[in-house]
């Protein structure tokens, strides 16, 4: 097996050579033959283990363990220990979900700071089998199904060809001691059910069962590379962006041969779990949004618009511009000056006859209720009017900033349109330029 991983990585993997290794150890055979195999291969190599406190004694022997290899092959461990049942019940979440993301955090944090170049797990080939089981038992789509990739951005996996059985031949064979995680023979948990109650029948089934799911995988993810070109070409028809907001044309969209299937495709990267109803956002009313973790989906008339979650969109945000400002970057860009005459005229500027305002100035956002008196027009009129008339979208307008005198008149809905009240008239001498910068 040592032979065979060197080739592996010389073949496939050659970019972990002479790299700084952080091997995530729990003390099972799996990670402990990996670190006994990359120790006899002179990798540089640490290790970062994980006392979850689930197991009492146990998970306390497991770090002893550890940290005794370690000393053994003459390798740097590094090692935390977690709460995992308070934060799992704090985050309300499951206790694996919980141990998943609080070693990832860890595992992420030891990166930075001791520049460690990639991260090794020793996922193998049966793990893999049984994730595809899993995923494809509880419905999944193509993503699902090609497996556990064997690089994830700095996360490597060197073991995903080798079988379970293979490794403890190799343990075994080399007298390597490990230990035994005894919640691993309970088929209370999914992956042990498969593991235990499923595998075993389908390898009686088919006796080489990994060696012919590895050509499925193969094959799946030659399709899912045709796949992803295809949705590359095609999103160039109909995604344009502007800067964090991304606008979809419903109308070339439905133009494709299955829209639903396409939709999942461009926007399956942005955490939404609900398909139904973002498949039900092309027929619906604008203003309809869906919600993800880390983004928000909305209809606007003949598009669907994706952004970013951000706080900054909040109508509570009130920002104040003292008398003697001259330039402000939050949350937009403003600079102040004091001018003789007006002479610049665009959206992006305005003159105000300085007399007519009473500071501190605020920058807010749009409310139910706002009105102001257009620049060029008669009487007033409502910030809902205004924006329907301008065809501003329900993203445009929660991006909206409005300049506002101190009593909450509102002085410029910036980069649209100035309040007649506040203009600098011909005679003004006393005249402030605001300028929005891009």
């Given at each position: 097996m040592l032979q065979?991983?060197?080739n592996h990585i010389a073949n496939n993997l050659?970019?972990?050579k002479d790299k700084k290794l952080l091997i995530a150890i729990s003390g099972g055979v799996d990670s402990v033959v990996l670190t006994h195999l990359l120790s006899k291969l002179n990798f540089g190599v640490s290790l970062a283990h994980c006392n979850f406190k689930l197991r009492t004694t146990e998970s306390d022997l497991d770090e002893d363990f550890v940290k005794k290899l370690g000393d053994e092959l003459n390798i740097p461990v590094f090692t935390t220990h977690f709460n995992t049942t308070q934060y799992a019940k704090e985050n309300k979440q499951s206790t694996q979900i919980a141990a998943r993301n609080l070693r990832y955090n860890w595992f992420n944090q030891l990166i930075n700071q001791h520049q460690f170049n990639y991260l090794l797990t020793a996922h193998h080939a049966d793990d893999n089998l049984e994730t595809f089981l899993i995923n494809l038992t509880r419905g999944s789509g193509?993503?699902?199904l090609t497996g556990i990739p064997e690089i994830n951005g700095n996360i490597v996996r060197p073991l995903l060809t080798f079988s379970r059985e293979a490794i403890l031949a190799f343990a075994t064979e080399n007298n390597i001691?490990?230990?035994e995680d005894k919640s691993n023979a309970s088929t209370k948990y999914t992956r042990n059910k498969v593991r235990h109650l499923i595998l075993p029948i389908l390898k009686e089934i088919n006796p080489s069962l990994l060696e012919t799911f590895a050509n499925t995988t193969a094959h799946l993810k030659e399709s899912q590379q045709i796949i992803e070109d295809?949705?590359?070409d095609i999103s160039k028809q109909i995604i344009s962006s502007d800067k964090d907001i991304k606008k979809l044309n419903i109308k070339e969209l439905e133009k494709t041969s299955n829209p639903k299937a396409y939709l999942y495709q461009l926007l399956?990267?942005?955490?939404?779990?609900?398909?139904n109803d973002v498949y039900q956002l092309l027929s619906a009313q604008s203003g309809k949004q869906i919600h993800s973790k880390t983004h928000v989906l909305l209809k606007d008339r003949n598009y669907l618009i994706l952004r970013k979650k951000s706080i900054s969109t909040s109508k509570e945000n009130i920002f104040i511009i003292d008398k003697n400002l001259t330039e402000i970057t939050q949350p937009i860009h403003l600079k102040i000056e004091t001018v003789k005459e007006k002479s610049t005229k665009n959206k992006q500027t305005i003159y105000v006859d300085k007399q007519s305002l009473d500071f501190p100035l605020k920058l807010r956002k749009w409310k139910d209720g706002d009105f102001f008196y257009p620049s060029g027009m008669a009487g007033k009129k409502k910030l809902s009017k205004f924006f329907k008339d301008e065809k501003l979208s329900l993203i445009e307008k929660e991006n909206t900033w409005l300049l506002c005198n101190n009593n909450n008149a509102i002085i410029?809905?910036?980069n649209?349109?100035?309040d007649n009240r506040f203009l600098a008239k011909e005679l003004s001498n006393n005249i402030l330029k605001f300028s929005f910068i891009q």
């Open positions: 065979k991983l060197s050659p970019f972990l193509l993503d699902g001691a490990w230990r295809k949705i590359s399956k990267e942005y955490n939404f779990t609900e398909w410029w809905i910036v649209y349109r100035q």
